[in-house]
């Protein structure tokens, strides 16, 4: 892995994609585990979490439905603090076990906002699973239950993360060159 350029930044290697699925198959195991008997919900946060979500549900051998919703709080490399519902669940999450699936969580605007609204549909139980977690920048009191990775306050791309939409394809993560 060498450094790629992303319109007018650069990004050096930092996770590849071998530790990815590592992380990945971890989580998956803990939700096997936990879950043992019941079936699920999860719930991805688009348009990131599409490769995570779609790479541990293939190991997750437990009954499951999956949905997106499609929520922002980011422009560029910034957050917003503010929320954009772009689209949402159409599936009803009542007396339902759901696990909210991140690509990130750095802040916890974006996570904290869908929890409440998933909680007051009164689920069976409601748990978060992402996988990048910055306990550095995270300000929320939202329990994040599944974390394949806690990072530093960096700022990362590839494997679903983007920079202004690009990057996304890139099959491990880059981080941006200091």
Do not use: W
Not at 7 to 20: A, M, N
């Amino acid at each position: 892995m060498s450094a790629i350029q992303i319109k007018d930044l650069t990004f050096v290697p930092y996770i590849s994609e071998t530790e990815l699925q590592k992380l990945i198959s971890d989580v998956a195991q803990k939700i096997n585990s936990d879950y043992k008997g019941k079936e699920i919900i999860f719930v991805g946060v688009l348009n990131g979490v599409f490769m995570f979500a779609s790479d541990l549900i293939k190991q997750i051998d437990l009954n499951c439905q999956v949905s997106f919703v499609k929520l922002s709080s980011y422009h560029g490399t910034e957050t917003t603090e503010v929320v954009t519902e772009l689209f949402g669940l159409v599936e009803s999450v009542e007396n339902k076990h759901v696990i909210i699936l991140e690509d990130i969580v750095d802040t916890g605007i974006t996570i904290e906002g869908l929890y409440h609204h998933l909680l007051s549909q009164n689920p069976a139980s409601l748990e978060i699973g992402t996988l990048l977690f910055k306990p550095d920048k995270y300000t929320k009191d939202v329990p994040i239950k599944y974390i394949a990775k806690s990072v530093p306050n960096e700022f990362v791309v590839g494997y679903g993360l983007d920079y202004d939409g690009f990057g996304r394809n890139i099959p491990s993560i880059y981080q941006l060159k200091a």
